[in-house]
């Protein structure tokens, strides 16, 4: 149990690799084990990163990658536990856990692993929620990282149309994304704020973009979010709680030649001799085999990493060219108003003319009948008097 324990405070630990691989519920055999270290030496890789490499080489039988995939599924599980805790709860059950280690006094290094826990990283909130959602909706997070594919071919066609279209779905996926892993945050007691949301869209467009980027969210073990620039591959070394095996590894030698050194592990130094001295007595031939072929991987590598940055780049020249029309549109629209605005101005103007000259108008037709009903009273007065004079 401790060998586990020291495992996910540091991947690197090849000694709690090593006992955890060797006891039940694993029990890989001392052969394989021996292969596994061997191609994680060559390939300069932890062993856990180098088990998953293991899986995929030709030298590990059936058996052994089976019950390899068994451990690298505990491991992922078993670091899962606290990453998939609210960020709120996530320092306590960390605490919580060091302690009980520390507890086992009779067990040796456990001080020291205890404080090694206790400095383990909180994931941040944007990384624990898009965690939540990969464990909710995984099929969500597949479906959006499978736009990569789609976008690399319709930009090998030259499909304008196709990556404007892409670029849509992309948008509307994202969006769908967010929404419902703040609603998986909100049923958490978790409310994500904008700065967090932002992250989050970033770390998303980022696993459309790059390979890495897609395992680390797919995997659901991130700690910190993740930005593509769109021309190298998105570094994840420090964004995942454990490495994963499935992101491609850097292309080495997986030759039958050093089969020999992966046969056990020495003690005196004699099989390493014997396989440097075999390694040594290659021809050139195959040395430069092998030189064409990682100057093929790599090529192809770097194509890849041009297709990705080109699809970025035309997918923002595509978000221009329809905001610099939108803003066209909407300067025609202003001025169109603009112009009506003046009209109605002048409209309102005239009424306002049209209406003082009315009441003008009125005001003098008001007084010119006061004055005739005035003249009009004097001569009916001055006719009664008339008439009382005769």
Do not use: F, N, Y
């Given at each position: 149990?401790?060998?586990?324990?020291?495992?996910?405070?540091?991947?690197h630990d090849a000694a709690a690799v090593v006992r955890a691989l060797a006891r039940p519920p694993i029990e890989l055999r001392q052969a394989h084990l021996a292969r596994v270290i061997a191609l994680a030496r060559r390939r300069k890789l932890d062993l856990v990163a180098g088990l998953g490499a293991a899986t995929e080489s030709p030298q590990v039988p059936p058996e052994a990658r089976e019950r390899i995939e068994r451990f690298v599924t505990l491991h992922r599980n078993a670091a899962a536990g606290l990453d998939g805790l609210a960020p709120d709860a996530f320092t306590g059950a960390r605490n919580a856990r060091a302690k009980a280690v520390a507890a086992a006094k009779t067990t040796e290094g456990a001080r020291e692993l205890a404080a090694r826990i206790r400095r383990l990283p909180k994931p941040s909130v944007p990384a624990w929620s898009l965690n939540m959602l990969a464990r909710a909706e995984p099929g969500m997070l597949e479906d959006l990282v499978a736009l990569r594919n789609r976008f690399a071919e319709a930009q090998r066609a030259g499909d304008r149309a196709g990556l404007r279209a892409l670029d849509?779905?992309?948008?509307?996926?994202?969006?769908?994304?967010?929404?419902?892993?703040a609603a998986i945050a909100?049923?958490?007691?978790?409310?994500l704020g904008p700065q967090a949301t932002q992250d989050m869209e970033q770390t998303l467009r980022a696993a459309v973009a790059d390979a890495n980027a897609a395992a680390a969210v797919r995997s659901?073990?991130?700690v910190r979010p993740l930005t593509a620039s769109g021309f190298e591959p998105v570094d994840i070394a420090d964004a995942v709680a454990v490495p994963l095996p499935d992101v491609p590894a850097p292309a080495a030698d997986e030759s039958?030649?050093?089969?020999?050194?992966a046969q056990g592990v020495p003690a005196d130094g004699t099989r390493e001799r014997r396989r440097t001295?075999?390694?040594?007595?290659?021809?050139?031939?195959?040395?430069?085999?092998?030189?064409?072929?990682?100057?093929?991987?790599a090529v192809s590598a770097a194509e890849e990493r041009v297709r990705a940055?080109?699809?970025?780049?035309?997918s923002a020249d595509i978000r221009v060219r329809d905001a610099s029309a939108q803003a066209t549109r909407l300067g025609e629209e202003e001025s169109r108003l603009r112009k009506r605005l003046t009209e109605v101005a002048e409209e309102t103007a005239a009424l306002d003319r049209e209406r003082r000259a009315a009441r003008h108008e009125r005001d003098k037709a008001e007084r010119e009948a006061e004055r005739a009903a005035l003249a009009l009273e004097r001569a009916r007065?001055?006719?009664?008097?008339?008439?009382?004079g005769e």
């Open positions: 149990m401790l060998a586990w324990v020291r495992l996910l405070v540091d991947p849509s779905t992309r948008h509307e996926a994202i969006s769908a994304a967010l929404q419902k892993a909100a049923d958490a007691g978790t409310r659901g073990l991130l039958v030649a050093d089969e020999s050194a001295e075999a390694t040594a007595s290659r021809t050139s031939k195959a040395a430069e085999e092998r030189a064409r072929r990682a100057a093929k991987e940055s080109h699809d970025l780049l035309e007065r001055r006719q009664e008097s008339t008439r009382a």
